[in-house]
């Protein structure tokens, strides 16, 4: 016995299979983050935000610029307007790749690992760190990294940093 399948089932069958692949796609890009912030600290008195990153060879790297573009625009989009070092309220650091204990000759320390964001907010005046947010998942060869970082900020931001609207 042969069996025929109409076009609409072959359309329905492909439609079905590639919703189940974009949703396996999304699952992929998802990730674990967190934030710590300065309860004490007046959210509501900052306006302006500015790039202070530690590490040059970040910054001019092709994943930096994504990063801190992306950054730029989570800022923006919650109302901070970008300014110069003199004269913003708060400083932004940022760093590609996560953090985590590691023993090395006996001693505990910490050790650098492929993979993650990590966002330092520092009220620029006093230099007290007052927000702080992370985001872990590595970068897979398959992933692109101008979409993965944008999500990855959008899921550090979403919700924890107090806005200024």
């Known amino acids: 016995m042969k069996i025929r399948h109409s076009n609409a089932t072959i359309l329905f069958a492909l439609v079905i299979g590639a919703s189940f692949l974009v ?4 699952a992929s890009t998802r ?6 912030f300065d309860t004490t600290y007046d959210f509501a008195a900052v306006e302006s935000f500015a790039f202070d990153v530690a590490r040059p060879a970040v910054k001019a790297s092709a994943n930096g610029q994504i990063l801190e573009e992306a950054l ?7 109302g901070f307007v970008e300014k110069t070092k003199a004269d913003a309220d708060v400083l932004l ?4 790749g996560a953090y985590a204990a590691a023993a090395v000759s006996g001693s505990s320390s910490m050790a650098k690992r492929d993979g993650g964001i ?12 007052i927000w702080y947010g992370w985001s872990e998942r590595p970068l897979s060869p398959d992933d692109q990294p101008e979409p993965t970082i944008n999500a990855a900020v959008d899921a550090i931001f979403q919700d924890r940093m107090p806005r200024n609207q």
């Open 23 to 26: 949703q396996i796609g999304c």
């Open 31 to 36: 990730f674990s983050t967190g934030a710590h």
């Open 72 to 78: 730029r625009k989570a800022l923006v989009d919650r």
């Open 93 to 96: 650091s940022y760093d590609l």
């Open 118 to 129: 990590t966002v330092w907010v520092y009220d620029r005046k006093t230099g007290d760190q």
